[in-house]
């Protein structure tokens, strides 16, 4: 991006869009690299009005240490050499060499140590992107250019060993070096004129690539969810149906590695909680062979569901999407035929349709993307059965076509629902929950953790959020209520149920819970349509005339069916509630 | 106005989006309030970008007016172009 470019952008930002405050946090005169994370952000973040504050020049350790969380909701931390000791800048004159090698390192042991404390007192609601230092080292030390010194190598230990500790920290995000050297060439980023001019060490095409990098740890897309494979091809080299089932390959003797590799990143996503299916024109009994091969390096338990016909495959991916119950837009498709691609582009454009490459360069490149889409900052416990969940969730469906047998089915799940009022504003899961939910939502209203808290200081507001296991294993946390509680009645203003908890009363339970615990006569619910709330709305339609409406107790036990979980939680909290 | 102006006065609307453009050919450090030692980077910089040359801070030191920037700039091309 030219810098002309980046000021436009933050130039034409929304005025009275809702503010999104930064702080960027570095050493040096932060100059344009300030101006390309505002453009990155605001290119990324549309709706909201970038501001990004700086903090003391030449003090980094004491910016974050005055940081007022109030104040941001995400901070930019970019370390360099001369933040941890001056002499391994061109700023100062200290001495370089042999000479204070050993105290250099000593300080920036020291100045890491500063850093590590401030950054740990930052609450785990405001995100922090970090970088570690980006620039060369000067030519400080005793050997020749070629050669790594002793003290070079242990400032690297101690910069490695810091980052290491700080994926601890809750909200820490460390910019992968990686991906940075790819879009920065290490040698083009410093520019000496420009720091001893202005204290601005980086030439803009770095500035411009930090910029970048810190937005994309700032406000990164949602992970996608799922990926729908073709098979020929794409998950192994060569026609099944032709070629006959050991005849089709994925190994480096076969030249199909790239096929074992993308099957080898398919298992490796779906035990990141990635959901995994098939949609390929073939005869099911061919593939059926295939899939049973046991040097398949995608576990066929891994995959559900397989969709093998000759119908189009459109139609696999609705019918796919329908049993993941997730939208177009949180899944990817991948097929080598572009015919294919096309058709399902067609009737999903929202949907992420990929190529699978013939060249290797273009293969890569292809992993890489899917590493991207599919990342996650961090794994939470519920990645770990979501297959499960969608897998038994078929089940109940199925046996729900029959209202007694849905009831059979549901009072032997020994299902176990626990409560908890007001979890506390550090569980980040609760509003993650409520910011990733679009279908059993209220009114698709969300929150940033720092508005989210603000609101929990509000002594008549009160929050729910439902926990949920069965004999078939835990949900997790799947469902959280939020309202106010005002001159005795009680409104709802937020609510969210995992699509994964569908069919299982979570929803009754939630209400009955309300009614049974905050002794109240009615509720109202500040529904709102959304595009994508149709659950929500479908569900408050079965209760209520109009979603305006209250629901009163009575009418509520009239419509509720039949509850077969068993219910625990602190229910000792809601007397402060009361 | 010739070209070089034409995209001069480019660089003063993106660096300081507040002048009226009709006083951009008449800006100094004294009329543009925003014009301070960061604004005057940023200034050199889009300049830098926009007729693609390797700015020196210092040889335009001292250009605290739209005009005389125009004149360093126009001796800065020159000299460009007789190397």
């Not at chain 1, 436009?8 to 702080?23: C, E, G, H, R, Y």
């Not at chain 1, 960027?24 to 005169?29: I, P």
């Not at chain 1, 933040?83 to 390192?105: E, S």
């Not at chain 1, 709102?528 to 209520?544: H, I, Q, V, Y």
Request: net charge negative; hydrophobic share 45%; proline share 5%.
């Amino acid at each position: 991006m030219k810098l002309s470019e980046a000021l436009s952008i933050v130039q034409k930002a929304p005025t009275d869009a809702q503010p999104f405050p930064v702080l960027l946090a570095c050493g040096f005169t932060p100059l344009h690299l300030e101006n390309y994370l505002a453009a990155h952000l605001q290119t990324a973040l549309p709706d909201r009005k970038v501001r990004i504050a700086t903090g003391l020049y030449d003090n980094l350790a004491g910016t974050l240490e005055q940081f007022d969380p109030s104040g941001a909701e995400a901070v930019a931390v970019v370390i360099e050499w001369f933040d941890l000791d001056p002499r391994l800048g061109y700023r100062k004159l200290g001495g370089w060499g042999q000479r204070v090698a050993a105290n250099i390192l000593e300080t920036t042991e020291a100045t890491l140590a500063r850093l590590e404390a401030a950054i740990s007192k930052i609450p785990a609601f405001v995100k922090v992107a970090l970088v570690l230092p980006s620039l060369p080292l000067t030519p400080a030390f005793h050997t020749s250019g070629w050669q790594a010194s002793g003290p070079e190598i242990a400032l690297r230990e101690l910069v490695g060993a810091f980052a290491g500790r700080l994926p601890s920290h809750p909200s820490v995000l460390l910019l992968n070096e990686q991906r940075l050297n790819e879009q920065s060439n290490p040698a083009e980023r410093y520019d000496l004129r420009a720091d001893l001019y202005s204290g601005f060490p980086y030439a803009l095409k770095h500035a411009d690539a930090l910029g970048a990098a810190l937005a994309a740890l700032i406000a990164s897309p949602q992970p996608k969810k799922g990926l729908i494979t073709d098979l020929d091809d794409t998950l192994w080299l060569g026609l099944v149906g032709e070629d006959g089932h050991d005849s089709v390959a994925w190994d480096l003797a076969s030249h199909a590695q790239l096929h074992g590799l993308y099957q080898q990143m398919l298992h490796a996503l779906a035990d990141q909680g990635v959901l995994i299916a098939i949609a390929s024109k073939n005869s099911p009994e061919v593939v059926e062979r295939a899939l049973a091969r046991t040097d398949l390096l995608l576990a066929r338990d891994k995959i559900f569901p397989i969709e093998v016909h000759w119908e189009a495959k459109s139609g696999s991916v609705e019918r796919i999407l329908k049993t993941w119950n997730i939208g177009a837009d949180s899944a990817v498709f991948v097929d080598d035929n572009r015919m294919e691609l096309e058709e399902v582009r067609a009737a999903f454009p929202d949907m992420e349709c990929i190529l699978f490459p013939k060249d290797y360069a273009a293969g890569l490149a292809m992993l890489h993307r899917l590493r991207d889409l599919f990342g996650k900052p961090r794994l939470a416990e519920e990645d770990a059965y979501r297959l499960a969940t969608i897998k038994q969730n078929r089940q109940i469906t199925e046996s729900g076509r029959d209202g007694d047998l849905a009831d059979q089915f549901l009072s032997t799940a020994e299902a176990v629902i626990t409560v908890e009022w007001n979890p506390p504003a550090t569980d980040r899961r609760v509003v993650e929950l409520v910011n990733k939910t679009n279908q059993f939502n209220l009114n698709g209203v969300r929150y940033t953790e720092a508005e989210w808290r603000q609101k929990l200081q509000d002594p008549n507001r009160f929050v729910l959020a439902v926990s949920y296991q069965d004999k078939f294993g835990p949900l997790g946390k799947i469902a959280v209520l939020a309202g106010e509680r005002s001159a005795g009645q009680i409104q709802i203003d937020t609510w969210v149920m995992s699509c994964r908890a569908f069919s299982r009363r979570i929803e009754y339970q939630s209400i009955a819970q309300l009614f049974q615990y905050l002794e109240t006569p009615d509720i109202i619910f500040d529904f709102m349509s959304t595009a994508k709330n149709g659950p929500m709305r479908d569900f408050l339609g079965s209760l209520l005339e109009r979603p305006d409406l209250a629901l009163t107790r009575e009418a509520f036990l009239a419509k509720c069916p039949k509850l077969h979980h068993e219910v625990i939680g602190n229910m000792d909290t809601i007397e402060q509630l009361r | 106005m010739d070209e070089t102006a034409s995209k001069l006065e480019q660089c003063f609307q993106i660096a300081f989006p507040n002048l009226d453009p009709a006083a951009i050919s008449s800006a100094s450090v004294d009329s543009v309030p925003q014009w301070d030692s960061v604004a005057q980077i940023t200034l050199l910089n889009l300049i830098g970008e926009e007729f693609a040359i390797d700015i020196d801070f210092e040889e335009f030191e001292g250009a605290n007016s739209f005009s005389e920037m125009l004149a360093r700039l126009r001796e800065r091309l020159s000299s460009s172009n007789s190397n």
